[in-house]
């Protein structure tokens, strides 16, 4: 099961340039934030990735400003239909950026993983059959506890999305939801944490 102490949540290539393509984008965006809101309330550490920015572009900038921000008491999610600027930095916003699809197999992005300290990675982004994917691999074979929320990747195309978490399940990823994950790693009702969780997902 997810733990608090052992969990980090990493937010895999979520660039504007890739983003109009992708299937059920705000949608993906959306479960994305509420991912990052869960493990931000429970005071678990989040790394965002990119992937060659200047073709892929920036993070999406109101996903930056989830990931620089603290989570909103009334647990309001953020408008994604607005359309963006390709290259937009948020201030206080930093990803390690990678050439490699794998996050696992570029130096910097690794070691930026590494230095979460924490064994349980949680995998969120596009694209499912590429970047995540390859990534949640290559986590595994380094001995990672790794898991994938399944309604917080997508891909462009739906076949891929479906295929992709196939293949992670049968080479040892663990695949969970957005809701399963949270409610493992809040393991009781009634808390505070528990309480603005709940804001996020009625």
């Given at each position: 099961?997810?733990?608090?102490?052992?969990?980090?949540?990493?937010?895999v290539?979520?660039?504007?340039?890739?983003?109009?393509?992708?299937?059920?984008?705000?949608?993906t965006?959306r479960?994305?934030?509420?991912?990052?809101?869960?493990?931000?309330?429970?005071?678990?550490?989040?790394?965002?990735?990119?992937?060659?920015?200047?073709g892929?572009?920036?993070?999406h900038?109101?996903?930056q400003?989830?990931?620089?921000?603290?989570?909103?008491?009334?647990?309001?999610?953020?408008?994604?239909?607005?359309?963006?600027?390709?290259?937009?930095?948020v201030?206080g916003f930093?990803?390690p950026?990678?050439?490699?699809?794998?996050?696992?197999?570029?130096?910097?992005?690794?070691?930026?993983?590494?230095g979460?300290?924490?064994?349980?990675i949680v995998?969120?982004?596009?694209?499912?059959?590429?970047?995540?994917?390859?990534?949640?691999l290559?986590?595994v074979q380094?001995?990672?506890?790794?898991?994938?929320?399944?309604?917080a990747?997508?891909?462009?195309?739906?076949?891929?999305v479906?295929?992709?978490?196939?293949r992670?399940?049968?080479?040892?990823?663990?695949?969970?939801?957005?809701?399963?994950?949270?409610?493992?790693?809040?393991?009781?009702?009634?808390?505070?944490?528990?309480?603005?969780?709940?804001?996020?997902?009625?």
């Amino acid at each position: 099961m997810l733990e608090r102490e052992k969990a980090a949540l990493v937010v895999v290539d979520v660039q504007t340039r890739l983003l109009p393509s992708i299937h059920e984008g705000e949608e993906t965006l959306r479960q994305i934030t509420r991912a990052i809101r869960g493990f931000q309330i429970i005071g678990a550490p989040v790394l965002a990735t990119e992937q060659y920015t200047k073709g892929l572009g920036t993070t999406h900038p109101v996903l930056q400003e989830v990931l620089t921000t603290e989570p909103p008491e009334d647990g309001a999610l953020p408008d994604y239909s607005q359309p963006v600027e390709t290259h937009v930095r948020v201030p206080g916003f930093e990803a390690p950026e990678k050439m490699a699809f794998s996050c696992a197999a570029d130096e910097g992005t690794l070691a930026a993983i590494e230095g979460l300290d924490r064994p349980q990675i949680v995998l969120v982004g596009i694209e499912a059959h590429v970047c995540v994917l390859q990534t949640a691999l290559h986590l595994v074979q380094r001995e990672f506890e790794t898991f994938v929320l399944a309604d917080a990747v997508s891909s462009r195309k739906r076949e891929s999305v479906e295929i992709a978490l196939r293949r992670m399940e049968q080479e040892g990823v663990k695949l969970a939801t957005v809701e399963m994950a949270m409610f493992e790693l809040l393991h009781v009702s009634g808390t505070v944490e528990f309480k603005r969780w709940l804001r996020f997902i009625r």
